[in-house]
C-alpha cells in the first residue's frame, strides 16, 4: 500500500522538493548511492544524528567488555554481560514499538537520547572514579540497551513520515550503511584511542556524541500519531495487536521469517575464533581473526554504498529472497574455502548481500504497514535483528562442535538456500511484493 507522506504540524519540513521525477543515472551515478532521501531537510537531520550515535556508540560497545574482562579476567564474563543487556533490547524494543505508536516520535526519540547519553555518563562516573564493579557495569549495560530498545522503533518508523514511498529503498541504504560503517570505524577507533586517553574517556566521547544527536532530532519537525480519532494507549495489548497484524499480513509475516532463516541458519561469526586457530591458523590466528570479523561490515558498507544499482528496484520482495540465497550461497563458499583471502571475500560478498536484504526488507515494513502500526513492526524488527545472530551462535557453536566448523559454515549456507528456496515458492506473496 502506499506510504502516507501527510504533512506534519512542521509544514514545508517535511514536504518533497519537487515533484517531478528524478531525471536518469547515468556513469558513476547509475551504481553510486541514491542520495535523493538527503534533499529533505528533515530526512537529512535525522541522518546526520546517525552519523554520530553510529560511530560513538561503538566506543561504549567496546568499552564496556574490556572494562569487564580487565576486572574478571574471563570472557565468560563478557558473555554474561551480552545476554544481560540481551532481555531488557528485546521487552523494550516490543513495547517500544507501542509506544512509538501513541505518541509523538520525535518527543519519544528526545527523552531516550536523553537517556542513552546519561547513562554513558554514568558509564564514565563509574569507571573515572575505579568502581570495578561488575554488576554496575552490568547494570547500566541493560539501562542502556533498555533506552536503546525504546529508541530505535521510533527513529525507524520516522523514516516513512520524512521521505516518499519511492525514496524508502534509498533511505534504509543511507542509514543502514552509516550504521555499518560505525560497526568499522568504532572499534577502530577505540583501539587506537585507549591508548592514548584511556577506556573511561570513550565513555565520555560517547555521550558528548549524542549531545550532538539531540540537537538534530530537537529540530525534528513534530511526528505525533496521524489517527487522532482515538485515544491511544501504550500496554501490552497494544505489542499484542501489533503480532495479529503481524499475522494478518503475510508479507509482513515473511520478511520477517526471510531474515530468521538467513540470520540463524547461516550467521557464522560463533565459528570465526576457531577457524582462525585451525583453518586460517597458518595466516596468523590475529590476523585471520581480525579480517574474518571485519569481512562482513566491510562487504556491508560497499554494497551500502552501491545501492544505486539496485535502490530504485520496486519489486522489493523478490530483491529480499535473492539477497537471502545470495547471503547462503556466500556463507557456504565461506565455509568451503581454506584460503584466507578467499574465505575472506566470500564473507564480504555476504556482507553486501545482508546490506541488499536488510534495505528492501526494511523498505517493506514502512511501506506495507499503516503508520498507527509502524513503530511496533519496527519495535519487532529491532527484536529479529538482535536476537537472530545470538540464537544463530548457540546454533553454530553446537554444530561446530559436532561437526567441525567447516562443515558447520557451510551446511547452514546450504540451508539458507533450500530454505530460502522454499520460501519463495511456497508463499508467493513476498515474492510478488512491489511499491
Known amino acids: 500500500m502506499p506510504v502516507d507522506t501527510t504533512k506534519s504540524s512542521a509544514g514545508d519540513d517535511m514536504a518533497p522538493e519537487g515533484d517531478s521525477p528524478a531525471p536518469p543515472r547515468r556513469g558513476r551515478r547509475r551504481w553510486a548511492m541514491d542520495t535523493r532521501p538527503l534533499r529533505r531537510p528533515a530526512y537529512r537531520r535525522l541522518w546526520s544524528s546517525t552519523i554520530v550515535t553510529a560511530v560513538g556508540s561503538q566506543l561504549t560497545a567496546v568499552a564496556v567488555p574490556k572494562q569487564i574482562y580487565d576486572i574478571t579476567g574471563s570472557s565468560a564474563w563478557v558473555g554474561y ?60 549495560l541493560a539501562l542502556q540497551q533498555a533506552f536503546f530498545g525504546l529508541n530505535s522503533p521510533a527513529r525507524n518508523a520516522s523514516v516513512a513520515r520524512l521521505v516518499p514511498a519511492d525514496e524508502l529503498a534509498a533511505a534504509a541504504a543511507l542509514g543502514s550503511t552509516v550504521m555499518q560503517l560505525g560497526l568499522v570505524a568504532g572499534p577502530l577507533l577505540a583501539g587506537a584511542l585507549i591508548p592514548v586517553i584511556g577506556l573511561p574517556e570513550l565513555y565520555l566521547i560517547d555521550a558528548l556524541a549524542l549531545c550532538i544527536t539531540l ?145 528492501f526488507r526494511g523498505a517493506i515494513l514502512l511501506s506495507a504497514a499503516t503508520d498507527e502500526m509502524r513503530g511496533r513492526m519496527q519495535g519487532v524488527f529491532t527484536v529479529v535483528v538482535a536476537g537472530g545472530p545470538r540464537l544463530a551462535d548457540v546454533l553454530h557453536g553446537t554444530a561446530g562442535a559436532a561437526f567441525g566448523a567447516r562443515t558447520a559454515v557451510a551446511g547452514g549456507g546450504l540451508l539458507v538456500i533450500a530454505a530460502a528456496l522454499l520460501l519463495a515458492t511456497a508463499t508467493p506473496a513476498l515474492r510478488r511484493y512491489r511499491i
Open 215 to 359: 540537537w538534530a532530532v530537537y529540530k525534528l519537525p513534530s511526528l505525533p500519531p496521524l489517527d487522532t480519532a482515538r485515544a491511544r494507549r501504550a500496554g501490552w495489548r497494544e505489542v499484542v495487536a501489533g503480532f495479529r497484524y503481524i499475522a494478518l499480513h503475510k508479507v509482513l509475516l515473511l520478511s520477517f521469517l526471510a531474515d530468521i532463516i538467513a540470520m540463524v541458519l547461516g550467521m557464522p561469526r560463533a565459528l570465526i575464533p576457531q577457524l582462525a586457530d585451525t583453518t586460517y591458523a597458518p595466516y596468523g590466528e590475529g590476523l585471520a581473526l581480525g579480517l574474518l570479523f571485519a569481512a562482513i561490515p566491510v562487504g556491508a558498507v560497499v554494497g551500502g554504498l552501491m545501492s544505486g544499482t539496485f535502490s530504485r528496484s520496486r519489486r522489493h520482495g523478490l530483491m529480499v529472497i535473492v539477497a537471502v540465497m545470495a547471503w547462503g550461497a556466500a556463507v557456504t563458499g565461506f565455509g568451503l574455502s581454506t584460503s584466507l583471502w578467499f574465505a575472506v571475500l566470500f564473507l564480504a560478498a555476504a556482507g553486501v548481500a545482508d546490506m541488499v536484504s536488510m534495505i
Open 81 to 140: 554481560a551480552s545476554l544481560a543487556g540481551l532481555l531488557p533490547l528485546v521487552v523494550f524494543a516490543l513495547w517500544g514499538g507501542a509506544v512509538a505508536d501513541s505518541m509523538d516520535r520525535r518527543t519519544l526519540l528526545l527523552v531516550t537520547n536523553t537517556g542513552i547519553a546519561v547513562t554513558s555518563v554514568l558509564f564514565w562516573i563509574q569507571a573515572v572514579t575505579g568502581l570495578e564493579s561488575v554488576w554496575a557495569l552490568m547494570a547500566l
